[in-house]
C-alpha cells in the first residue's frame, strides 16, 4: 500500500518495540480499548494476543480501512472509519484505554480531544513527536497545563525513527496519562480559552492579564510569567476569576 504522508503515515515496524509498547498498554479481561490511527495494524495485532473485552479501530483514512477489514477477523474488534481529532470517545463507553502511534501532524490536537473526554477516559498512552510528548510533560504550554488539570503525565520511553517506516524526520516520544482522582467540575472551552489567552505572549509578566483582585486574593506577583504557575495553581486562578466575575454580574 502507498503510505500517505499528509496523513502521517509512519508505521512502527519493530516487533520488539510494539511487544514493550503492548506491555505498558497492558490489556485486561474486562478492558474497552481505542487504538487512534492503527495504519496497517502492527500495534493492534500484538494487542490481538492479550485479554480484553473490544477493541475500537478508529482510523480516517479508508484504504487503511480497507486493509483492516480484510486482515482482522477478531469478534472483540471494531472498526470505525473516523477522525480522532473530533472523535466523541464517550459514544463507545465509559471506562476508556486508549491508545495509539499518533499521526504527528495532528497529534497535539488529539492530546486535546482526550482532555474534552477525560470523563470517559482513565488512561491514555501515546507515542508522538518526542518534542511535543516532552512539552506535554513538562510545559510551557497552554496545552501541557490543560492536559495537566485532569491527568498525571508520565514519559516513558524514546523511540528512534529507525524503527518506522519511511522513517520520519523526527525522534519519538511514549507517555502516558493517568486520570487524577479529583477532577474539577468546570467547563472546558471556557478553561481553555483561559489557558490560551494566559499563555499567549508568554513572556509578559501576568499583571497584564489578570485583574489585580485575583493576584492579591492568591499573593500571586503580578510581575511573574504564566510558565512559572503550576497547574494547579492556574486551576485556583482560573476558579477565581470565575468567582470574580460572578460576583461583579
Ligand atoms: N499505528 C500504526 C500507524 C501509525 S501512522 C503503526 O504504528 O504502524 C498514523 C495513522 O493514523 C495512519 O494510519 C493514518 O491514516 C491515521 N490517521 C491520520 N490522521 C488521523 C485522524 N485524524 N484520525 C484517525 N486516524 C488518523
Known amino acids: ?10 508505521l512502527l515496524v519493530a516487533s520488539g518495540v510494539l511487544d514493550r509498547i503492548t506491555q505498558l498498554i497492558d490489556p485486561k479481561d474486562g ?3 481505542v487504538e487512534i490511527g492503527p495504519g496497517t495494524g502492527n500495534l493492534t495485532k500484538k494487542i ?14 479508508p484504504d487503511m480501512i480497507r486493509s483492516l477489514k480484510e486482515n482482522i477477523k477478531d469478534p472483540r474488534v471494531v472498526i470505525h472509519e473516523a477522525d480522532a ?6 459514544s463507545l463507553g465509559e471506562n476508556l484505554k486508549v491508545f495509539g502511534n499518533l499521526p504527528y501532524n495532528v497529534a497535539s490536537l488529539i492530546v486535546e480531544n482526550t482532555v474534552f473526554y477525560h470523563r470517559c477516559i482513565p488512561q491514555a498512552i501515546y507515542m508522538l513527536q518526542k518534542e511535543v510528548a516532552e512539552k506535554i510533560q513538562k510545559g510551557p504550554s497552554w496545552l501541557s497545563a490543560f492536559v495537566r488539570t485532569f491527568y498525571k503525565v508520565e514519559y516513558l ?10 522513517k520520519p524526520k523526527v525522534q519519538s516520544g511514549l507517555i502516558r496519562l493517568t486520570r487524577k482522582e479529583e477532577l474539577p467540575e468546570i467547563d472546558l472551552k471556557d478553561y481553555k480559552n483561559f489557558l490560551t489567552r494566559l ?3 508568554r513572556r509578559k509578566a501576568i499583571k497584564h492579564k489578570l485583574p489585580e483582585e485575583v493576584l492579591l486574593e492568591l499573593s500571586i506577583d503580578p510581575m511573574c510569567r504564566v510558565e512559572s504557575l503550576d497547574p494547579e495553581k492556574l486551576l485556583l486562578i482560573y476558579n477565581i ?3 470574580v466575575r460572578g460576583d461583579k454580574r
Open 1 to 10: 500500500m502507498k503510505l500517505k504522508k499528509h496523513l502521517g503515515q509512519h
Open 31 to 33: 478492558d474497552i480499548l
Open 48 to 61: 490481538l494476543t492479550y485479554p480484553f473485552k473490544a477493541l475500537h479501530l478508529l482510523e480516517i483514512d
Open 85 to 90: 481529532v473530533s472523535f466523541d470517545f464517550c
Open 157 to 166: 520511553m524514546s523511540i528512534p525513527s529507525r524503527f518506522f517506516y519511511p
Open 199 to 201: 499563555y499567549s505572549m
Open 241 to 243: 476569576q470565575q468567582k
